[in-house]
């Protein structure tokens, strides 16, 4: 399998891959986009100067979505990932991504490996073409989660240059004093396979589990839906063909200049994403989904109770397809929290913990597997 | 029926008519999904807008240099003198 955009590639096993969102000073970065296919990033993400400032090799810059969004967006057939694909054959030992709708988070398990998606505000975004600026943030696809937060705790830490980070320069993750209290909501636990029940069921009965449900699952999908679309109509508004990336030929006038760059640049999820978050954000839909949506995500993080449990137990696929799954995936996008996904007897499971409580996510895993 | 047009030209794309029908059925479909939002009572409740209890970042008024402009340049489709080069935009 070809998981490189181009031939830069080390072909070191013990190497980062970096997804083709994350910049590289001096080399091509175009977020699986043509709109971006000529770019030659000037800078250095900061990950990267942490990751060579720690003597990682990089393994090169690997293929996605356009801009992160997956079909599924669309409708359409979704693929695996090369972030994913990379690890699983061991032909990188990490790979670095932004898994904003939990594409990485579903299929890390399924082929072996491991993903940590980070709270928000942990690692810097700076290098990062951005998707949605309040809910980005780069994780980890690895083989064992021990293994991934070593990494992490190389990445993490703030940065000047990203105006939205906690204080904290450095990270170091470990085994917690306590055992972490696990909830399995009973809506996601119902509507997930025979199969991922069982692993899910399996996996909670070493901790003692605590009944509890979050009230808004079923709407966690429209809300991803409008707020990531507003986000991300806003971000792409940037490709305009003036300072950089493709410029369509054959334009009459600025306007028509813009219209053809972006209508020939973008492929159909990413123009999707563009009119939906146009329509969200428009005079008169603004209200019923825009700031509603904004008002049920406080809901939402009101509704959850991490003083009577720590962790929040999920499975990794769902019925219903890939809309219904885009929910699944979408309380540590909305809230900033953390997560891990991990392969157990069979199945995928998702863990989510509050906010700077990493620490049991790891501790968990370990509790489980190690 | 969602009249696609007019999102089209807010977002500055002209689409093939393969692509309106097609993202024109996706938005119709995930638009009536949001109609479920209706039922929960929000009357009283602040927009989470952000969730960092953030401040405003700001540092010393002192120029720095992070990038050159001929690296600025570097990526520009057509510049002349150090502009970037466009068609006109007021008549």
Same mark, same amino acid.
């Given at each position: 399998?070809?998981?490189?955009?181009?031939?830069?590639?080390?072909?070191?096993?013990?190497?980062?891959?970096?997804?083709?969102?994350?910049?590289?000073?001096?080399?091509?970065?175009?977020?699986?986009?043509?709109?971006?296919?000529?770019?030659?990033?000037?800078?250095?993400?900061?990950?990267?100067?942490?990751?060579?400032?720690?003597?990682?090799?990089?393994?090169?810059?690997?293929?996605?979505?356009?801009?992160?969004?997956?079909?599924?967006?669309?409708?359409?057939?979704?693929?695996?990932?090369?972030?994913?694909?990379?690890?699983?054959?061991?032909?990188?030992?990490?790979?670095?991504?932004?898994?904003?709708?939990?594409?990485?988070?579903?299929?890390?398990?399924?082929?072996?490996?491991?993903?940590?998606?980070?709270?928000?505000?942990?690692?810097?975004?700076?290098?990062?073409?951005?998707?949605?600026?309040?809910?980005?943030?780069?994780?980890?696809?690895?083989?064992?989660?021990?293994?991934?937060?070593?990494?992490?705790?190389?990445?993490?830490?703030?940065?000047?240059? !990203? +105006?939205?980070? &906690?204080?904290?320069? =450095?990270?170091? /993750? %470990?085994?917690?004093?306590?055992?972490?209290?696990?909830?399995?909501?009973?809506?996601?636990?119902?509507?997930?396979?025979?199969?991922?029940?069982?692993?899910?069921?399996?996996?909670?009965?070493?901790?003692?589990?605590?009944?509890?449900?979050?009230?808004?699952?079923?709407?966690?999908?429209?809300?991803?839906?409008?707020?990531?679309?507003?986000?991300?109509?806003?971000?792409?508004?940037?490709? !305009? +063909?003036?300072? &950089?990336?493709?410029? =369509?030929?054959? /334009? %009459?006038?600025?306007?028509?200049?813009?219209?053809?760059?972006?209508?020939?640049?973008?492929?159909?999820?990413?123009?999707?994403?563009?009119?939906?978050?146009?329509?969200?954000?428009?005079?008169?839909?603004?209200?019923?989904?825009?700031?509603?949506?904004?008002?049920?995500?406080?809901?939402?993080?009101?509704?959850?109770?991490?003083?009577?449990?720590?962790?929040?137990?999920?499975?990794?696929?769902?019925?219903?397809?890939?809309?219904?799954?885009?929910?699944?995936?979408?309380?540590?996008?909305?809230?900033?929290?953390?997560?891990?996904?991990?392969?157990?007897?069979?199945?995928?499971?998702?863990?989510?913990?509050?906010?700077?409580?990493?620490?049991?996510?790891?501790?968990?895993?370990?509790?489980?597997?190690? | 029926?969602?009249?696609?047009?007019?999102?089209?030209?807010?977002?500055?794309?002209?689409?093939?008519?393969?692509?309106?029908?097609?993202?024109?059925?996706?938005?119709?479909?995930?638009?009536?999904?949001?109609?479920?939002?209706?039922?929960?009572?929000?009357?009283?409740?602040?927009?989470?807008?952000?969730?960092?209890?953030?401040?405003?970042?700001?540092?010393?008024?002192?120029?720095?240099?992070?990038?050159?402009?001929?690296?600025?340049?570097?990526?520009?489709?057509?510049?002349?003198?150090?502009?970037?080069?466009?068609?006109?935009?007021?008549?």
């Amino acid at each position: 399998m070809d998981y490189f955009i181009t031939d830069y590639k080390t072909g070191n096993a013990s190497a980062v891959a970096l997804e083709d969102s994350i910049m590289q000073k001096n080399r091509p970065v175009t977020a699986g986009s043509k709109i971006l296919e000529n770019f030659i990033s000037p800078i250095d993400a900061t990950v990267v100067t942490r990751l060579q400032n720690g003597n990682f090799p990089i393994a090169g810059k690997l293929k996605m979505d356009e801009f992160g969004i997956p079909p599924v967006f669309a409708d359409l057939p979704d693929e695996l990932s090369s972030a994913v694909r990379i690890v699983a054959d061991n032909k990188a030992a990490f790979s670095l991504c932004n898994d904003l709708f939990g594409k990485y988070r579903r299929q890390a398990p399924e082929f072996g490996c491991c993903y940590i998606h980070p709270g928000y505000g942990t690692v810097s975004r700076f290098g990062l073409i951005p998707l949605a600026s309040s809910m980005d943030q780069i994780g980890v696809v690895c083989k064992n989660l021990r293994d991934g937060f070593e990494l992490l705790s190389v990445i993490a830490g703030n940065d000047v240059n !990203d +105006g939205a980070m &906690f204080p904290d320069k =450095a990270y170091v /993750y %470990k085994r917690a004093d306590k055992k972490p209290g696990v909830c399995v909501p009973g809506a996601a636990l119902s509507r997930a396979s025979e199969r991922s029940r069982e692993s899910l069921k399996s996996f909670a009965s070493g901790f003692n589990p605590v009944s509890a449900e979050l009230p808004y699952f079923d709407l966690y999908k429209q809300l991803m839906c409008i707020l990531s679309c507003a986000e991300i109509s806003n971000n792409i508004n940037r490709y !305009d +063909g003036v300072k &950089f990336g493709y410029r =369509a030929p054959g /334009y %009459k006038g600025i306007n028509d200049m813009y219209v053809k760059t972006r209508t020939e640049g973008f492929g159909v999820e990413t123009k999707l994403a563009a009119i939906m978050g146009a329509m969200v954000l428009s005079k008169d839909q603004y209200v019923p989904y825009y700031e509603k949506a904004m008002k049920i995500r406080r809901l939402i993080k009101d509704s959850l109770r991490f003083d009577e449990y720590d962790i929040i137990a999920l499975p990794c696929e769902i019925e219903g397809g890939g809309y219904e799954n885009l929910g699944l995936f979408a309380l540590p996008a909305l809230l900033g929290l953390p997560s891990v996904s991990f392969p157990y007897n069979g199945g995928g499971i998702q863990l989510i913990a509050n906010v700077r409580n990493e620490n049991l996510l790891l501790t968990a895993w370990e509790e489980c597997v190690a | 029926m969602i009249n696609i047009e007019d999102y089209e030209a807010m977002a500055k794309l002209s689409l093939p008519e393969a692509e309106r029908s097609l993202i024109r059925d996706r938005a119709q479909a995930l638009t009536e999904s949001f109609a479920e939002l209706e039922r929960v009572n929000t009357d009283g409740v602040a927009p989470l807008v952000t969730v960092l209890d953030i401040k405003n970042v700001l540092r010393e008024d002192v120029a720095v240099k992070i990038i050159t402009r001929d690296e600025l340049m570097s990526n520009a489709p057509e510049h002349e003198d150090g502009y970037f080069h466009v068609p006109r935009t007021l008549d």
